[in-house]
């Protein structure tokens, strides 16, 4: 066969097959699905450090340390594993007095050593007692205080599941209205999941900071394509 004659049977069934799959890619429907699973948190994360000033960097870094060094033998006699206390960071900065001319160029009066610890507590129930403790052990910095999910997986498998039955509700009602029947699932694309995590509230009490968690929310969207019979 010459090879002109080949590239026009090839073209002639590229042609004759154009319809058939635009009709399998326009003949579906496509929805949007969306899952929510809410759950008690089980952990909690914050940072916790202390900061502390002095006239000498020396002497800053030198408070600092043994300031860190007394939060850390009153974390681990709280019970926090080695395992969820993690050094972040150290910062050393030095103090200025205010300028009093533009062109001053003066030397430091201070400076301040901080530093922070990111910590785990994997009880919940304990939250506001370990609050009390890192006062008590002399932190004067606490930040970023969130209730999350030690294995969040099988709460995001269930919002999967839930995101699925949702996709395929709509389409069949779309199907039903339209007067078509519902085929197999051509494509699955999920759209990410997101975990809402909600802020701690303090309350004053009697003993101890009272810490309300509240319950967390996983979502996860899908996109589904069903196929028209």
Same mark, same amino acid.
């Given at each position: 066969m010459r090879p002109w004659r080949a590239a026009a049977l090839v073209l002639a069934a590229m042609v004759l097959a154009a319809p058939a799959a635009a009709d399998s890619l326009t003949r579906g429907i496509t929805v949007q699905g969306e899952g929510r699973i809410a759950a008690r948190p089980d952990m909690v994360l914050l940072h916790a450090g202390v900061s502390h000033q002095a006239p000498t960097a020396k002497a800053a870094l030198a408070g600092? *340390? &043994?300031? %860190?060094?007394?939060? !850390?033998? &009153?974390?681990?006699?709280?019970?926090?594993?080695?395992?969820?206390? @993690? *050094?972040? @960071? =150290?910062?050393?900065?030095? =103090?200025?007095?205010?300028?009093? +001319? @533009?062109?001053?160029?003066? &030397?430091p009066i201070a400076f301040r050593a901080s530093g922070d610890l990111r910590l +785990? /507590?994997? @009880?919940?129930?304990? &939250?506001?007692?370990? /609050?009390? +403790? !890192?006062?008590?052990?002399?932190?004067? *910095?606490?930040s970023g205080l969130q209730f999350t999910f030690a294995e969040p997986r099988a709460l995001q498998d269930r919002a999967r599941q839930t995101a699925i039955a949702d996709a395929r509700r709509r389409a069949e009602l779309y199907a039903r209205e339209a007067g078509v029947s519902l085929g197999p699932v051509l494509q699955i694309r999920e759209g990410?999941? %997101?975990v809402q995590m909600r802020e701690f509230r303090a309350m004053a009490a009697d003993r101890g900071a009272a810490i309300a968690p509240g319950e967390n929310e996983i979502r996860i969207g899908v996109t589904v394509v069903f196929a028209i019979e």
């Open positions: 600092h *340390t &043994a300031g %860190m060094a007394k939060l !850390l033998a &009153a974390l681990k006699d709280f019970g926090l594993a080695d395992r969820d206390i @993690q *050094t972040r @960071q =150290i910062r050393l900065q030095p =103090i200025f007095a205010r300028r009093k +001319r @533009q062109d001053d160029n003066p &030397a +785990r /507590l994997r @009880q919940v129930d304990r &939250a506001g007692d370990l /609050l009390d +403790r !890192l006062a008590a052990a002399g932190s004067n *910095t606490l990410g999941g %997101m």
